[in-house]
């Protein structure tokens, strides 16, 4: 097994709208991480020099804080073999022989939260295989595909047409490099922007493990009523309930519940 390209981070929490498509050349970064008002940068090695540097070039910009921190600890775990039924989810840099009855999807999450250990990613991958199933879906919409897996997932089981967006900027590149790494170009588009934006698109199947907030817009939507297959996850319970009663309500047909000790829920559900 080759080792793990990730060692320590250097993280610079700040707070402020940082220049457009910062980077810094030949100093060990490795990307930026933005949420409203909120940036992270991540280094190789300690950068303060060049922060100092962006401080005094950015007067409106505040730094919040720093860290040390293994690549584990940022990640939760590191990244290993994931059996998900018929392939599996591996770290590009852990070479072996997949068995020869699974396929086997190369993963890196780089900086990106998503390394296939969470519950809702193994049910999402457990939901696209019972939709596919069903329907066998041609076009399919991953709304917030993170380090793009679930997009990866729906390719590798027949999706013709997959769409993986992404409104945070490393996220978009980090499933676009997952995408290129398993030569799914040809299938699958990455696109930065706000999944609220692609809602009414005519897919087959819209898989969304992404904000609550988002999910009760994409179910007030008129395009919601359109014949396709929606998989909702990445609930707490209390969420799940309002998502399941709202489905009803609109007699939408819940095909599947997946759910973990009771706390993360997961549904697939067909509108006619």
Same mark, same amino acid.
């Given at each position: 097994?080759?080792?793990?390209?990730?060692?320590?981070?250097?993280?610079?929490?700040?707070?402020?709208?940082?220049?457009?498509?910062?980077?810094?050349?030949?100093?060990?970064?490795?990307? @930026?991480?933005?949420?409203?008002?909120?940036?992270?940068?991540?280094?190789?090695?300690?950068?303060?020099?060049?922060?100092?540097?962006?401080?005094?070039?950015?007067?409106?910009?505040?730094?919040?804080?720093?860290?040390?921190?293994?690549?584990?600890?940022?990640?939760?775990?590191?990244?290993?073999?994931?059996?998900?039924?018929?392939?599996?989810? @591996?770290?590009?840099?852990?070479?072996?022989?997949?068995?020869?009855?699974?396929?086997?999807?190369?993963?890196?999450?780089?900086?990106?939260?998503?390394?296939?250990?969470?519950?809702?990613?193994?049910?999402?991958?457990?939901?696209?295989?019972?939709?596919?199933?069903?329907?066998?879906?041609?076009?399919?919409?991953?709304?917030?595909?993170?380090?793009?897996?679930?997009?990866?997932?729906?390719?590798?089981?027949?999706?013709?047409?997959?769409? @993986?967006?992404?409104?945070?900027?490393?996220?978009?590149?980090?499933?676009?490099?997952?995408?290129?790494?398993?030569?799914?170009?040809?299938?699958?588009?990455?696109?930065?922007?706000? @999944?609220?934006?692609?809602?009414?698109?005519?897919?087959?199947?819209?898989?969304?493990?992404?904000?609550?907030?988002?999910?009760?817009?994409?179910?007030?939507?008129?395009?919601?009523?359109?014949?396709?297959?929606?998989?909702?996850?990445?609930?707490?319970?209390?969420?799940?309930?309002?998502?399941?009663?709202?489905?009803?309500?609109?007699?939408?047909?819940?095909?599947?519940?997946?759910?973990?000790?009771?706390?993360?829920?997961?549904?697939?559900?067909?509108?006619?």
């Amino acid at each position: 097994m080759d080792r793990c390209p990730y060692d320590d981070l250097f993280i610079y929490y700040f707070r402020g709208s940082l220049p457009y498509g910062i980077s810094f050349e030949r100093s060990g970064f490795l990307g @930026a991480w933005e949420e409203e008002s909120d940036c992270f940068l991540f280094f190789r090695q300690a950068a303060d020099h060049l922060v100092g540097r962006l401080l005094e070039s950015c007067p409106a910009v505040e730094l919040v804080d720093t860290y040390r921190m293994s690549y584990e600890q940022w990640q939760g775990k590191q990244p290993e073999v994931v059996d998900a039924g018929d392939f599996l989810i @591996a770290p590009p840099w852990h070479r072996f022989d997949p068995p020869l009855d699974k396929a086997c999807i190369w993963l890196d999450p780089g900086l990106v939260f998503g390394n296939c250990q969470h519950p809702t990613t193994i049910h999402c991958i457990a939901a696209i295989r019972r939709a596919f199933a069903r329907r066998n879906p041609s076009r399919v919409a991953d709304l917030g595909t993170g380090t793009g897996v679930l997009a990866l997932a729906a390719a590798f089981m027949g999706g013709r047409q997959v769409l @993986a967006v992404d409104l945070n900027a490393l996220a978009a590149s980090t499933a676009l490099r997952n995408v290129r790494l398993n030569r799914m170009d040809d299938k699958i588009l990455v696109v930065r922007g706000r @999944a609220d934006n692609f809602m009414d698109l005519p897919f087959d199947l819209v898989v969304s493990n992404i904000h609550y907030d988002v999910m009760r817009r994409m179910l007030a939507a008129e395009s919601f009523r359109q014949p396709k297959q929606y998989i909702f996850s990445g609930l707490l319970r209390s969420e799940a309930r309002l998502i399941e009663d709202e489905l009803r309500r609109q007699a939408v047909k819940i095909v599947e519940t997946w759910h973990q000790d009771g706390i993360w829920y997961t549904f697939l559900a067909e509108t006619f």
